[in-house]
């Protein structure tokens, strides 16, 4: 059984960084593809980046350039860097996995509790 576990929101404001951890137990973390979402109330889940098992990345248009997604599976943590950090920004974000190597999926089967991201203006 896969269990996420999501690290390191927080408050912050405009133009400040924060960096996401999520710690994964279970076997073959190596093969998982990886992904954060993130969900204001009220409103649609939605995927802000992911990466395969080989590393290959996917990031949303509202936050290219701004944040980084990577993984180590040494440590059995994926991360997210987010820097230059908007007010639009705030929202829980969701740590997920997914047995699909190469990110072929649309659903995740693992999921985390989510940590909250506040950036006020």
């Known amino acids: 059984q896969v269990q996420l576990v999501e690290s390191g929101g927080g408050s912050v404001q405009a133009g400040g960084s924060l960096r996401l951890s999520c710690v994964v137990s279970?076997?073959?973390?190596?093969?998982?593809?990886m992904g954060w979402f993130r969900q204001i109330p009220g409103k649609e889940r939605e995927l802000v980046s992911r990466i395969s098992g080989p590393g290959g990345t996917y990031y949303a248009d509202s936050v290219k350039g701004r944040f980084t997604i990577s993984r180590d599976n040494a440590e059995k943590t994926a991360y997210m860097q987010m820097d230059s950090l908007k007010p639009e920004d705030t929202a829980i974000y969701y740590c997920?996995?997914?047995?699909?190597?190469?990110?072929?999926?649309?659903?995740?089967?693992?999921w985390g509790k989510g940590t909250q991201v506040t950036v006020s203006s």
């Open positions: 279970g076997n073959n973390v190596r093969f998982l593809c």
């Open positions: 997920a996995a997914d047995p699909s190597f190469w990110c072929t999926s649309v659903e995740y089967k693992y």
